[in-house]
């Protein structure tokens, strides 16, 4: 079981405190949490290969980073999916996310990416 990080990626377009970024994910993965209360507006659109994965977002507003709960979008639905499909927006704001991987076969292949508009900065 391997741990990933959240990647922050250099692109043109993301304004300062702002972030885009994301984890990789395959068979076995486990995502570190990004803590990210300072993010009000937060998207995510989850993409690849997924050889029979399910991707599903959590949220906390545990310091400890322990408490994980379903994550939803705007309507109320939980974000979670099996296939592309077009980027989700995450509400309310919480402190921490992790995308989490389920049923994956050998061949799974994910990208998790985020982009969030910072606040106060």
């Given at each position: 079981m391997?741990?990933?990080?959240?990647?922050?990626?250099?692109?043109?377009?993301?304004?300062?405190?702002?972030?885009?970024?994301?984890?990789?994910?395959?068979?076995?993965?486990?995502?570190?949490?990004?803590v990210c209360p300072r993010y009000s507006d937060k998207s995510i659109q989850i993409f690849g290969e997924w050889d029979g994965a399910t991707v599903a977002l959590q949220a906390?507003?545990?310091?400890?980073?322990?408490?994980?709960?379903?994550?939803?979008?705007?309507?109320?639905?939980?974000?979670?999916?099996?296939?592309?499909?077009k980027p989700w927006v995450i509400f309310p704001n919480v402190y921490a996310i992790k995308p989490v991987i389920s049923n994956a076969g050998p061949n799974t292949n994910l990208k998790v990416a985020i982009v969030g508009k910072g606040v106060g900065v």
């Amino acid at each position: 079981m391997a741990s990933k990080v959240f990647t922050e990626y250099q692109v043109k377009g993301i304004q300062r405190g702002d972030i885009f970024g994301g984890w990789e994910l395959a068979q076995g993965d486990v995502a570190v949490p990004l803590v990210c209360p300072r993010y009000s507006d937060k998207s995510i659109q989850i993409f690849g290969e997924w050889d029979g994965a399910t991707v599903a977002l959590q949220a906390s507003n545990d310091p400890e980073l322990v408490n994980f709960q379903e994550a939803y979008d705007f309507e109320g639905v939980v974000i979670s999916q099996t296939a592309d499909r077009k980027p989700w927006v995450i509400f309310p704001n919480v402190y921490a996310i992790k995308p989490v991987i389920s049923n994956a076969g050998p061949n799974t292949n994910l990208k998790v990416a985020i982009v969030g508009k910072g606040v106060g900065v």
